[in-house]
């Protein structure tokens, strides 16, 4: 915990020092222009990755970045409500879905029946990625390469969850308008690429 102290020490004598402005005119409203859905793995930092100042992204992060089903409830629904907030409040103009390499969430769809009942609220949560698994393994030949299928699955649960983002009512309506855009993205952590989704091509390309 030391080092994280030391961290806001830093951060409040430079960092925040040096752009002051900024945070001034934060402290009051945000307007954030994209919703950035990612998973919440320690080596996933969307600020980093986009170059992106505080106050330019509202982001949602759970295991295996997921989007939950749109439906109606009474329940506490976080990922839910923060993309309610986002689209109807702050009205951003882009979402972009970002999965990983290496996802130990993506991972987990692979585990015993006997591990899986160790941690049951992930087990619950990953049905909601269980088609990524279907299609990859409807899609991969060569099953001797446990990796090939991993990064198919961690592809294909990206395109699952933009899937699932259009299930929810004033998503599907501003998209079909053309007053919101969707990207999905895969960031190859021990590279630093990340690829973006072509949909009409629908394979993953290189941003360059």
């Known amino acids: 915990m030391k080092s994280l102290f030391d961290g806001v020490k830093e951060f ?24 950035f859905i990612g998973c919440s793995d320690s080596r996933v930092v969307p600020d980093l990755i986009t170059k992106s100042l505080p106050g ?30 986002a689209i109807i409040v702050l009205n951003v103009e882009n979402i972009v879905v970002c999965g990983h390499s290496n996802c130990g969430g993506c991972k987990a769809l692979f585990l015993e029946e006997a591990e899986l009942e160790e941690i049951p609220h992930t087990k619950k949560w990953l049905e909601l990625a269980k088609n990524a698994r279907i299609k990859a393994e409807s ?25 699932h983002l259009l299930t ?9 308008k053309g007053l919101i855009n969707i990207y999905g993205w895969y960031y190859e952590i021990g590279t630093g690429v990340v690829y973006n989704y072509n ?3 629908k394979v993953f390309e290189e941003i360059k």
Do not use: C
Not at 12 to 35: A, C, V, Y
Not at 75 to 80: D, F, I, N, V
Not at 168 to 176: A, F, G, H, N
């Open 12 to 35: 409040s004598k430079n960092d925040f020092e040096k752009n002051k402005k900024l945070f001034q005119k934060l402290g009051t409203s945000q307007k954030p222009h994209t919703l």
């Open 56 to 85: 330019d992204l509202f982001v949602i992060r759970n295991v295996a970045n997921i989007v939950p089903y749109y439906r109606a409830s009474s329940e506490y629904l976080s990922t839910t409500s923060a993309i309610e907030y």
């Open 139 to 163: 899609l991969i030949k060569d099953f001797d390469s446990k990796d090939n299928i991993e990064w198919l699955v961690e592809q294909e649960n990206i395109v699952e969850q933009m899937n």
């Open 168 to 176: 929810y009512p004033i998503v599907e309506d501003r998209y079909s």
């Open 199 to 201: 949909f009409k091509e």
